[in-house]
C-alpha cells in the first residue's frame, strides 16, 4: 500500500497543466503511472511474453488460452445473467458443460464448434449496463487502463476469481503468472501496432480503450454519440 | 471439329472470359467489394513467400494496389481532424492527407503482417439498396476467445464505394486520432500537426529499413 501512495505523489509531481480532457481529470497522475507500468512492461512482462512465444509452440498456447478461457467463462455467464440476458448467460454455461467435460477441462474449446459463441463481459460492463457512467480514466499500476466504474468492478472480477480457489500458493500464484503471461503473449502485435500508430501512445490508448468500453457495454451496437462541433462542415472528397 | 463451331467456341471462350471478370468497381455491392478485396488481398500474401517472410516494403506495395483504392483519405483525414480540419487551407489539407495517408498504410501493414490463419466471417450487409451510407461487418475468428469485429463504414461515390472509417473491436480509428490531432493542433498549429506526421512517418520507415 505504501508504493502505491508514494507512486501516486511521485506522480503527481508530473502533472501536466494546460487543458485537460474531461474524461480524463487525473491526467498528471495517470501519465506517471503509465509511465511506471510501461517501465514493468519493458523490463519484465513483455520480455517474457516473447521469451514463452518463441518457446512454446502454438498448439500449446492454444491450449492455455482455452483453458483460462472456459474458467472465465462461469462469470461471464454470471454477468450475462445479471445484466438480464438469460440466453446468453445460458449460452456461456453451456460452453462451461461442454468445455470442461467433451472439450478436457477446458483446453479444447468444442463449444465454439457447436455453435456456443464466446462472450466478452465483466462487472465493469454489467454497472454500465445498469446505468452507470464510466466516471474518470484511471491507470492502475499494474494493470492498465480503467476507469473508476471499471476499477470497481475489476476489484469484484479478482474476488470471484476461479483461480482464488486453488489450494497452495505454488499452484496458484504459477497459473496466475502463466494466465497473465499467455495474455501478454496474445496482446504483442496490438501493442508494436500502437507504437507504430500513435503520435502520443498515452492518449491513443486512454481514447480506444474508453472506445472499447463503451461498444462492449452496449455489445458493439452503442447507440450514435452526436458530437456536432467536432463534425467539420463538409467533409472533403 | 469444323472451323464453324471451333470458332464457335472459341468465340464462347472469349465471351465467357468477359464475363468472369470482374464488374468495374462502382457497380459493386459494398459488402461483396469488401470480400473480394479481402479475399485477394489474403490469397496473395499466403502465396507471397518474401512477404510472409517480412518484407515490408513488398506487403505496403501490395496494399497499395490493391486496397487503397477503396479508401477515401481525404474523408478520413477531415473526419479525424474535426473541427481543425475547416482551419486548414488547401495545402495544408493536402498535406495532412498525405502524411494521414501514410501513417494509416504503414499500421494497416503492421495488422496485416500479424494475421496468421483466423477464420473470417463476412456478415449480410443489411442495408436498403438506395443506402448509400453503410457499415459492412466482418468478423475474425479464433478459438478460445470472441470474434473481433472489423466494421468498414463506407459511403457510395461516383468513382464506386469508398472506406471512411474502420472500426476494430468498435474502436474508430478515425476517432482515436481526433483528441490526439487536436491537442498538437492547439498546440503548434495545423502546420505543427504536419510537421508532426512526417516526423513519425520518417521514423517508422527508418526503423522498417534497419530491419
Known amino acids: ?237 | 471439329m469444323n472451323p464453324i463451331t471451333r470458332l464457335a467456341s472459341a468465340l464462347g471462350m472469349v465471351l465467357g472470359l468477359a464475363f468472369a471478370l470482374p464488374a468495374p468497381a462502382q457497380d459493386i455491392a459494398p459488402d461483396q467489394l469488401v470480400k473480394t478485396v479481402t479475399m485477394e488481398v489474403v490469397d496473395l500474401i499466403s502465396k507471397d513467400k518474401e512477404i510472409r517472410s517480412g518484407n515490408r516494403a513488398k506487403l505496403i506495395e501490395l496494399i497499395d494496389a490493391k486496397v487503397l483504392p477503396h479508401f477515401n483519405f481525404a474523408a478520413m483525414t477531415a473526419l479525424a481532424l474535426g473541427q481543425s480540419w475547416n482551419k486548414a487551407n488547401a495545402e495544408q489539407k493536402k498535406r495532412l492527407t498525405e502524411e494521414f495517408r501514410t501513417l494509416l498504410v504503414r499500421t494497416y501493414a503492421s495488422a496485416l503482417a500479424a494475421y496468421s490463419d483466423q477464420k473470417l466471417d463476412f456478415r449480410p450487409l443489411r442495408a436498403k439498396p438506395s443506402d448509400t451510407d453503410v457499415t459492412v461487418q466482418v468478423r475474425v475468428l479464433q478459438q478460445g476467445t470472441q470474434p473481433v469485429p472489423i466494421d468498414y463504414s463506407m459511403e457510395k461515390t461516383a468513382a464506386g464505394w469508398k472506406v471512411y472509417d474502420v472500426m476494430v473491436g468498435g474502436v474508430s480509428l478515425v476517432a482515436n486520432y481526433r483528441t490526439e490531432f487536436n491537442n498538437v493542433v492547439r498546440e503548434s498549429g495545423i502546420d505543427g500537426l504536419v510537421k508532426n506526421l512526417h516526423v513519425k512517418n520518417g521514423s517508422l520507415a527508418a526503423a522498417a529499413e534497419k530491419k
Open chain 1, 1 to 237: 500500500m505504501r508504493c502505491w501512495v508514494l507512486i501516486a505523489a511521485l506522480a503527481a509531481g508530473c502533472a501536466t497543466t494546460g487543458e485537460g480532457d474531461p474524461r480524463d481529470p487525473l491526467e498528471g497522475i495517470n501519465r506517471g503511472i503509465y509511465r511506471f507500468n510501461d517501465k514493468v512492461d519493458q523490463a519484465v512482462a513483455k520480455p517474457v511474453a516473447t521469451a514463452y512465444r518463441k518457446a512454446v509452440p502454438g498448439e500449446i498456447r492454444d491450449r492455455v488460452r482455452n483453458f483460462f478461457g472456459n474458467l472465465g467463462d462461469v462469470f461471464i455467464g454470471v454477468n450475462n445473467f445479471l445484466q438480464g440476458k438469460f440466453a446468453d448467460g445460458a449460452n456461456d454455461w453451456a460452453r462451461v458443460a461442454f468445455n470442461t467435460t467433451i472439450g478436457l477441462l477446458g483446453i479444447h474449446d468444442v463449444a465454439t464448434d457447436m455453435g456456443y459463441e464466446k462472450h466478452n463481459e465483466d462487472f465493469g460492463q454489467t454497472f454500465g449496463r445498469w446505468g452507470a457512467g464510466s466516471g474518470p480514466y484511471l491507470v492502475l499500476p499494474f494493470l492498465g487502463s480503467s476507469t473508476l466504474r471499471d476499477g470497481l468492478g475489476t476489484s469484484i472480477d479478482m474476488y470471484t476469481d476461479p483461480l482464488g480457489e486453488v489450494r497452495g500458493y505454488h499452484t496458484q500464484y504459477g497459473l496466475w503468472g502463466l494466465r497473465l503471461t499467455q495474455t501478454r503473449a496474445d496482446l504483442l502485435e496490438a501493442s508494436r501496432i500502437l507504437e507504430e500508430a500513435a503520435l502520443d501512445k498515452y492518449v491513443f490508448q486512454r481514447d480506444a480503450y474508453l472506445q472499447r468500453r463503451r461498444s462492449l457495454v452496449y455489445d458493439g451496437r452503442p447507440p450514435r454519440e452526436k458530437e456536432p462541433e467536432d463534425e467539420p462542415d463538409n467533409k472533403a472528397r
